[in-house]
């Protein structure tokens, strides 16, 4: 069944009129019908199933029945931030991780970023990528849409960020023996608390960013024996995160 969301308090019980791209994508795209129904999750996370009653020219009414469904979010905040890679790939990361369960999306310039974005282009590029991830929330049925943000340089990602565990995932940190500060990490969070990690770009992290992190009480950490790309490694993180504090405590009730 499909799901939209909208930005507002609903009322069980309640009719609505939806216009513009609610009619466009639902309407003309995948042609409901009258007595058709769809899931509308609101402002609050408060889910509805609406059944249309009736099509107009250009809008159309639904009403609201109020039905409670499975809690579909990661019980902790995890935080995802990727120094900027190839456009395709930042798109493929934006939709991935909004369907593991990314709370917030964040791209940031490193120095080793092959892909650069200049002051003109920010807010387009955030445009489009928070549509991407409205779309794969909906798809995803889940019951919030993360925002994506971008940070200019890494120093300003390190002053306005924080959270109750901060890694960074570095390929050399298994050479290291920090290999164990991910599982470490997934094993001592609690619902409720918030988990940030960094991702490097397709040449990895600098020597100096590495340390600047380190500085900053970010613990590097490995993400298994294998090299993962620049696109597969936060995906990964948000699988064994999932896994962890999830399916694996679930299994063993």
């Excluded at 901060?166 to 001592?188: G, I, T």
Aim: hydrophobic letters at 45%; proline letters at 3%.
């Amino acid at each position: 069944m499909q799901q939209i969301f909208l930005n507002q308090t609903l009322d069980a019980n309640q009719s609505l009129t939806l216009a513009d791209d609610y009619f466009q994508h639902l309407i003309k795209v995948l042609r409901l019908q009258i007595n058709d129904q769809f899931w509308v999750v609101d402002a609050v996370q408060n889910t509805f199933k609406a059944q249309i009653t009736a099509i107009n020219a250009r809008d159309f009414q639904v009403s609201l029945t109020a039905q409670s469904r499975a809690y579909s979010e990661l019980p902790v905040k995890a935080i995802i931030a990727c120094a900027l890679s190839k456009k395709d790939k930042v798109d493929w990361i934006t939709q991935k991780a909004t369907e593991l369960g990314a709370h917030e999306i964040i791209f940031f310039k490193s120095q080793y970023s092959i892909m650069k974005w200049s002051d003109t282009v920010v807010s387009k590029k955030l445009t489009r990528l928070n549509q991407i991830a409205l779309n794969a929330a909906q798809q995803a049925h889940r019951l919030l849409v993360p925002q994506v943000h971008y940070f200019a340089t890494l120093e300003q990602l390190i002053a306005t960020k924080s959270a109750d565990f901060s890694l960074v995932a570095y390929e050399e940190a298994a050479k290291q023996s920090e290999s164990s500060n991910l599982a470490a990490a997934l094993h001592n969070i609690n619902p409720q608390q918030s988990i940030f990690c960094l991702f490097g770009p397709e040449g990895g992290f600098t020597v100096e960013e590495i340390a600047q992190l380190r500085q900053n009480d970010y613990n590097p950490c490995g993400l298994g024996p294998r090299i993962l790309r620049a696109e597969t490694a936060p995906l990964y993180f948000l699988s064994a995160l999932s896994y962890q504090i999830e399916l694996d405590k679930d299994l063993s009730k």
